[in-house]
């Protein structure tokens, strides 16, 4: 079946400039995730929903940074006033969230989002 | 969260099996050990988990030493196309923030034709 996608692909963006970037998980996965990679720095998780439940977003690294997840399903990324060290990739990621130690997550192709 | 150690590189040559080691001494006897990889410019992937009895599946096979404070990570036969950095995480089920994964900077695995 369909596996994670996100869109754009590519995201390059002057600084100071509002971004959104576009989460589709695989249908019928109830956990989301979205990460950031940057060169160096290796993958960080940014926020996390589930459910009905209250997101977990204790690693969004600035107010500037926001997500909301619209009827279970697809999930937007939001980084305002951009500046040049969002610079990343932004990787999404969904899993059934099973309990216990054995959910596995699958990860989209990521955006590269390059902030000039 | 328990820590994993890897090496930062390792190279194999086509054909031939890549062991691929991890220490995690510090596991509690709860932590799964899963492994993802990521290919150049794609999102990681899922490879393989398992508790305490070694797991095989299509990609690969997991063999987790009798302590749980080592494992490997076994590819019978490397590709070109299995060039990848091969991270080794565990998840804890019953932390609070167990649904997250933790990257370390894994494994950069090169391949040779």
């Known amino acids: 079946g369909a596996g994670v996608s996100q869109s754009p692909s590519n995201k390059v963006t002057e600084k100071g400039k509002d971004v959104e970037l576009r989460c589709d998980p695989i249908s019928g996965h109830t956990a989301l995730y979205w990460y950031r990679q940057s060169l160096g720095q290796g993958l960080e998780f940014l926020i996390y929903?589930?459910?009905?439940?209250?997101?977990?977003k204790s690693g969004l690294p600035s107010d500037r940074f926001s997500a909301e997840r619209t009827g279970g399903s697809v999930s937007t990324l939001t980084i305002q006033r951009t500046q040049q060290e969002d610079s990343a990739v932004y990787l999404c990621?969904?899993?059934?969230?099973?309990?216990?130690?054995?959910?596995?997550?699958?990860f989209g192709p990521g955006t590269r989002l390059t902030v000039l | 969260d328990a820590k994993t150690t890897q090496p930062n590189s390792m190279e194999s040559n086509e054909e031939e099996p890549v062991h691929l080691p991890c220490n995690h001494s510090t596991i509690s006897g709860t932590d799964y050990i899963h492994w993802y990889r990521q290919l150049p410019s794609q999102g990681p992937e899922y490879v393989i988990h398992?508790?305490?009895s070694n797991v095989n599946n299509r990609m690969a096979s997991l063999a987790i030493a009798e302590d749980r404070k080592s494992s490997t990570l076994i590819l019978h036969r490397a590709t070109l196309r299995d060039a990848a950095v091969y991270y080794c995480?565990?998840?804890?089920?019953?932390?609070?923030?167990?649904?997250?994964?933790?990257f370390g900077k894994g494994t950069l695995l090169t391949v040779n034709p």
């Open positions: 929903f589930q459910g009905n439940s209250a997101p977990d």
């Open positions: 990621a969904s899993s059934r969230g099973l309990a216990g130690g054995t959910d596995t997550q699958y």
């Open positions: 995480i565990l998840r804890d089920p019953s932390g609070g923030s167990n649904y997250k994964l933790t």
């Open positions: 398992g508790l305490t």
